[in-house]
T-cell receptor
Framework: EAGVVQSPRYKIIEKKQPVAFWCNPI?????LYWYRQNLGQGPELLIR????????DSQLPKDRFSAERLKGVDSTLKIQPAELGDSAVYLC????????????FGSGTQLSVL | KQEVTQIPAALSVPEGENLVLNCSFT??????LQWFRQDPGKGLTSLLL?????REQTSGRLNASLDKSSGRSTLYIAASQPGDSATYLC????????????FGTGTQLKVEL
């Protein structure tokens, strides 16, 4: 069974440029999460989806970040414009239910903003 | 706000040693707690999920214990191997938290030959 798939694996951009990350969760998992992990820190939740609905986006910087999960499967996270402080690893995860189950993570996208 | 602390931040041991990684959290109203492993440049792999009603959970050479009332969890690794080298993170979920994990900063483990 395929795991959570993320692309691209690495992305280097200049500040003020836009960037997008893509995630395909495990088949049948209706809950999808985007996390951001800064160097030497644990991941922090940006947004959680249950099917197509964003049920927790309280930590998403909405002035520059946006996300969507069309048809309740794939998801895209976008940053526009990127800032130097956005350099981090962006992780996508999925789980089978609507809470309290094991999370399965993708390999992440490492973003460097120059 | 839940605060999660992991001690030690880094650990280096010779192969074969038994070791204990510690996790403490400030809000004991948790539903469960997960331990994850993260290899360099990779995502996280869930190792163990321990429910708040459980005291222990075991998988192979790994054993996780939970003392909810004191806000502590430990991960015990028996007979460590070089392949165990990774960063280990704990993440409790608050009751009513809707699977919102709060991660610690992790313990970076190196097992040497």
């Amino acid at each position: 069974e395929a795991g959570v798939v993320q692309s691209p694996r690495y992305k280097i951009i200049e500040k003020k440029q836009p960037v997008a990350f893509w995630c395909n969760p495990i088949s049948g998992h209706n809950t999808l999460y985007w996390y951001r992990q800064n160097l030497g820190q644990g991941p922090e939740l940006l947004i959680r989806y249950e099917n197509e609905e964003a049920v927790d986006d309280s930590q998403l910087p909405k002035d520059r970040f946006s996300a969507e999960r069309l048809k309740g499967v794939d998801s895209t996270l976008k940053i526009q414009p990127a800032e130097l402080g956005d350099s981090a690893v962006y992780l996508c995860a999925s789980s089978a239910g609507q809470g309290y189950e094991k999370l399965f993570f993708g390999s992440g996208t490492q973003l460097s903003v120059l | 706000k839940q605060e999660v602390t992991q001690i030690p931040a880094a650990l280096s041991v010779p192969e074969g040693e038994n070791l204990v990684l510690n996790c403490s959290f400030t809000d004991s109203a948790i539903y469960n707690l997960q331990w994850f492993r993260q290899d360099p440049g990779k995502g996280l792999t869930s190792l163990l999920l321990i429910q708040s009603s459980q005291r222990e959970q075991t998988s192979g050479r790994l054993n996780a214990s939970l003392d909810k009332s004191s806000g502590r969890s430990t991960l015990y690794i028996a007979a460590s191997q070089p392949g165990d080298s990774a960063t280990y993170l704990c993440a409790p979920i608050l009751t009513g938290g809707g699977n919102k994990l709060t991660f610690g900063t992790g313990t970076q483990l190196k097992v040497e030959l």
